[in-house]
């Protein structure tokens, strides 16, 4: 394979990428409220329900409803850690894995959409690859982003969510094993799927907008996950999080092999 031009077309998509606002900003925005905003809101949730003299039934009866492995790791924590630990650790869980889908969306939307958008895709097509290492090389831009923008999130999110609830914990308890094991495993297999699948879409997307609205499918099972997790229905742990990237990472290779198989440049300029 010639990785030379396809890591040549890779860089070039980032240097493109990081400076359209259309991608930017919305990266931007996206880790402000999910890395700044939330952890410290969360954090001061317990005060201002104390302030505020609010009843803590509801909130008691909503943990009572959790699964039994979640309630064993609330032993020895008061309701305020409690409640601290339920929204920080468990309830920010499934959303966290949104991260590297949008921005997987955004990145790879602008792959074959963008190119067209700019006039620059007939010349894209002449490189001297063939059609799976055309496609790997879009992938691999697109993947390359959402990892290094989900790990750098981890990183902000970590350090507000431990100050922010200094207050509650007196100590720094995040992150566990759970969320080290999403943050390796799940986080590049996620960011893989969701930028296989929307750097296909791309390619038969007339536009940017298309594209990324195309992308917009993806992030329905993740917001499943919250749902069930909200309700008690089910309850992540560190096995639960190293099954889902298993399942993950044989989705991403099957749908790399299948597009790889099915990928033709010639069809791009007639999309």
Do not use: C
């Not at 394979?1 to 240097?15: G, S």
């Not at 005060?47 to 309630?71: C, F, H, W, Y």
């Not at 889902?244 to 749908?255: A, N």
């Amino acid at each position: 394979m010639n990785a030379r031009a396809m890591f040549a077309i890779a860089r070039k998509d980032l240097k493109v990428v990081s400076q359209n606002k259309n991608v930017l900003v919305p990266i931007i925005i996206i880790m402000v409220v999910f890395f700044v905003v939330i952890p410290w809101l969360a954090g001061l949730m317990p005060t201002l329900i104390n302030v505020a003299g609010s009843k803590m039934d509801g909130i008691e009866a909503m943990l009572a409803r959790m699964p039994a492995g979640m309630q064993q790791e609330f032993t020895g924590y008061s309701l305020s850690q409690k409640i601290t630990v339920l929204f920080l650790v468990y309830m920010m869980l499934p959303l966290f894995l949104l991260l590297p889908v949008m921005v997987a969306s955004l990145f790879a939307a602008d792959s074959f959409a963008g190119e067209k958008e700019r006039k620059t895709l007939e010349a894209l097509l002449y490189t001297p690859t063939s059609d799976r290492e055309l496609l790997i090389a879009k992938v691999l831009s697109g993947w390359l982003a959402a990892i290094a923008v989900g790990w750098g999130g981890f990183v902000l999110y970590a350090i507000n969510v431990n100050a922010a609830a200094w207050s509650q914990m007196r100590h720094i308890f995040f992150p566990n094993a759970m969320w080290l094991a999403l943050i390796i495993w799940v986080i590049p297999a996620l960011s893989g799927l969701g930028v296989a699948m929307i750097v296909l879409f791309s390619a038969r997307a007339q536009g940017f907008q298309d594209a990324n609205q195309l992308g917009g499918i993806a992030v329905l099972p993740i917001v499943g996950l919250f749902y069930a997790q909200v309700a008690g229905a089910m309850f992540f742990n560190t096995t639960i999080v190293l099954l889902m990237g298993l399942v993950i990472w044989l989705l991403t290779w099957l749908l790399i092999w299948l597009g790889s198989r099915s990928f033709r440049r010639n069809r791009l300029l007639g999309a």
